[in-house]
């Protein structure tokens, strides 16, 4: 009888433990599966972005079609999928701010640009604000102390600045024609832009239903093809690059002011290369 007893808790445990283990192992392939499901939805908003962007390029008004599709659909999600409604809410800005440029006249290359970003940077406040509205930035900041030291900011820009300009320095670009003022301004405004959305925004929102690396990979996808362009294919090259650097350092920091000002340095770099090149030739 004593010898029962005693191995009544032992067996007890050893239940205990095999429950503990199956209970870990069917939340492992739950955490797999909504992974998997994760990846697969997420994916399928990049490759959706990546038709009708690239529609758009070689044929506007096919293209614009395809935006418009592409953009029932994402608004089509936000609305029946509560789990990934901001992260869609946030993605949907890109077609939308292309639909808004495309219906507007442009007097030139720089104009279209100009309005697009001014579209994007107006639709990402309304998104900011109606979060703010919904107590989600109330508890989660944009921005946090961890800002990176003023000197590697610059550094890390002035890299950045120099490695587009090395990549791009074949392509016709123009910039040097335009008002030197109306160049610093758009540097500043195109990279606050950016940072505002594509990190402060679309990064954050993937990162709260997915992982930190999810999330940098898909913000790099995203930018990169933001940034594709028909006339500088190598654009690509330059905005994935410099897009994982500031991804990661936003993952790391969680502060969007450091992304920005090393995207504002990044663009003053450029120009500035580009300036003092087409000085000298």
């Known amino acids: 009888m004593s010898t029962v007893q005693e191995q009544a808790p032992k067996r007890i445990s050893q239940y205990q433990l095999r429950r503990e283990q199956i209970q870990k192992q069917y939340d492992d392939l739950v955490s797999d599966a909504v992974n998997s499901k994760q990846w697969r939805m997420l994916s399928g908003l990049i490759l959706l972005l990546t038709i009708s962007h690239v529609t758009f390029l070689f044929n506007p008004i096919v293209g614009l079609y395809v935006t ?43 104009a279209l640009i100009a309005i697009n970003y001014l579209a994007i940077l107006l639709l990402s406040l309304g998104f ?20 990176v030291p003023l000197k590697y900011i610059i550094l890390l ?24 003022v109306i160049v610093i301004l758009g540097c500043i405004g195109f990279a606050f832009t950016e940072e505002f959305l594509f990190r402060g925004l679309i990064q954050r929102q993937v990162t709260q239903i997915s992982s930190a690396n999810t999330a940098i990979i898909i913000t790099t996808l995203l930018f990169t093809l933001f940034a594709a362009s028909q ?28 992304t920005f000002a090393i995207n504002a340095m990044m663009k003053l770099t450029f120009v500035s290369l580009i300036a003092l090149f087409a000085a000298r030739s």
């Open 157 to 180: 820009g002035i890299l950045l600045g120099v490695f587009g300009f090395a990549v791009l320095l074949s392509q016709p670009l123009g910039i040097t024609s335009l008002n030197p």
């Open 128 to 147: 900011w604000f109606m979060l703010r509205k919904n107590g989600f930035y109330r508890q989660t900041r944009m921005t946090s102390s961890h800002a």
């Open 231 to 258: 006339s500088n294919p190598l654009n690509i090259l330059v905005a994935g690059v410099s897009s994982l650097v500031l991804s990661v350092i936003y993952s790391l920091k969680s502060n969007i002011f450091t």
């Open 68 to 110: 418009v599709l592409s953009f029932v659909l994402l608004a089509n999600l936000a609305l029946f999928s509560e789990a990934y409604r901001r992260v869609t809410i946030a993605i949907t800005i890109l077609p939308v701010a292309t639909i808004v440029t495309a219906a507007l006249p442009q007097s030139n290359r720089y």
